[in-house]
């Protein structure tokens, strides 16, 4: 069969690039979105021992699961025992190939699996990179359900600092968001919890448009994003919270501290290194069942126009039964269908 040029370049496209994709070394597939202030970025699309940070900066994780114990034995941990596991997931993902899913052990006093992501080693060696006056964070979330052991929320990204917990970014048992930032001296910059932390329809519920809260939903891919800024608001701080790109929830400063609690190194006996996901760093609870996709980090404060474009859903080929062959003849016909990603 003879195909004409478009044809021939589809398919040579399509040959390139899954040459490429096998190529010796390859770390990283998905590229950022959105890049100014980008201190951490994860794609989770092809992974085994080690996360890659797609920022630039080499800020790469450590899985830590049953059958991965690389635990460098500052916390005084030389191993952790679970059942867990942490895999890299093709079969749901929002982009790029792949997702990070964590299968939390729920047999009682065995350890978590989580991912070290070396906070502590970030802030000694490049102090200049992390977030002091402003900080962002990202991600698509699927829960599979909601943290049972040994305690009931779910954790997206914490850390450990002087002031202990920079951040706490979490789903509660009852659907609720809950964000904390505290400063150097553990001192509250923002924290939902006064408040009653945030439903997803929380703007809804506060204009008398709604009685029940919206608690996040299980087994499906949902974007949330936090953004703060200490000079923000004429100087009062100004934290924004989004759930699909939508802003949800919106704060001023609570505390009076100014400068963001660095992630240090790991206490004794902590689980990881100043900043980690799935679980919390010193009990191992907070644990996250189910999956998570794009992880940002920035040292800055998000646009709301930045957020929503990390918070959209790209459009992709629909898959055929028959392989690159019905790929080119496509092309040669000049149709294509296309769905929205799940």
Wanted: with cysteine.
């Amino acid at each position: 069969m003879k195909l004409n040029p478009r044809a021939a370049l589809v398919l040579a496209a399509l040959l390139a690039t899954i040459g490429s994709s096998a190529a010796i070394g390859r770390q990283v597939d998905a590229q950022p979105l959105v890049f100014g202030g980008l201190t951490l970025y994860y794609d989770f699309d092809q992974f085994s021992d080690t996360v890659f940070d797609g920022s630039g900066h080499g800020f790469n994780g450590r899985v830590q699961d049953a059958t991965r114990n690389l635990l460098d034995g500052d916390t005084g941990r030389t191993e952790i025992v679970t059942t867990g596991t942490i895999s890299n997931d093709h079969s749901t993902f929002v982009r790029g190939g792949g997702a990070i899913r964590f299968t939390q052990s729920i047999v009682a006093g065995e350890d978590p699996v989580f991912v070290d992501m070396d906070g502590g080693k970030i802030a000694a060696n490049h102090p200049e990179l992390l977030p002091t006056t402003a900080v962002s964070f990202a991600a698509w979330v699927n829960l599979t359900g909601y943290s049972s052991a040994p305690s009931v929320d779910t954790t997206i990204i914490t850390g450990s600092s002087a002031g202990h917990g920079v951040p706490h970014f979490q789903i509660q048992n009852d659907g609720k968001i809950r964000f904390t930032i505290r400063d150097e001296n553990g001192v509250d910059l923002v924290n939902t919890l006064p408040t009653g932390n945030v439903w997803l329809n929380q703007p809804e519920i506060n204009s008398g448009a709604a009685n029940i809260g919206i608690p996040w939903p299980l087994h499906q891919w949902h974007h949330v994003a936090v953004t703060y800024d200490r000079n923000a608001n004429a100087g009062a701080g100004l934290m924004n919270m989004y759930y699909d790109g939508r802003k949800i929830f919106s704060s001023a400063n609570t505390g009076a501290g100014t400068t963001i609690g660095p992630w240090q190194l790991h206490g004794f006996y902590d689980f990881y290194d100043g900043l980690g996901l799935g679980c919390v760093y010193d009990s191992g609870g907070r644990r996250t069942q189910g999956l998570l996709d794009e992880l940002y980090i920035f040292d800055r404060a998000l646009s709301a126009g930045e957020v929503i474009e990390l918070a959209h859903r790209p459009w992709v080929p629909e898959p055929t039964s028959c392989g690159l062959s019905l790929v080119a003849l496509g092309a040669m016909g000049g149709s294509r269908r296309y769905r929205r990603r799940s």
